[in-house]
Nanobody
Framework: QVQLVESGGGLVQAGGSLRLSCAASGGTFSSYVMGWFRQAPGKEREFVGVISRRGKSTDYADSVQGRFTMSRDNAKNTVYLQMSSLKPEDTAVYYC?????????????????WGQGTQVTVSS
């Protein structure tokens, strides 16, 4: 069973950048597809991006395509979310998630393991 811990959130001005990290332990990290999700107050948790087990394939929500980039370092058991050109509507708690899968799932219900989340606030 894998444990996930996110870090890197904070307060940033619109147009700025942040890099989130998600460190995994307790499992074979390279066996897991990794996803990022976010949840704003009063809203459903929504898909942000997903990366394949070796990091060769990614997919993103339309709302972040071209602004956010996922990567992973299997030697460090860590997945990253580089966020650029941030907008106030990106404000949310960001969660990483892990799943043993051969596909790139984009629904929260597909993931079995979740971190505790990290807050990202973008000021206008």
């Amino acid at each position: 069973q894998v444990q996930l811990v996110e870090s890197g959130g904070g307060l940033v001005q619109a147009g700025g950048s942040l890099r989130l990290s998600c460190a995994a332990s307790g499992g074979t990290f390279s066996s897991y597809v990794m996803g990022w999700f976010r949840q704003a107050p009063g809203k459903e948790r929504e898909f942000v991006g997903v990366i394949s087990r070796r990091g060769k394939s990614t997919d993103y929500a339309d709302s972040v395509q071209g602004r956010f980039t996922m990567s992973r370092d299997n030697a460090k058991n860590t997945v990253y979310l580089q966020m650029s050109s941030l907008k106030p509507e990106d404000t949310a708690v960001y969660y990483c998630a892990a799943e043993l899968s051969n596909s790139l799932p984009m629904t929260a219900s597909s993931y079995d393991y979740w971190g505790q989340g990290t807050q990202v606030t973008v000021s206008s």
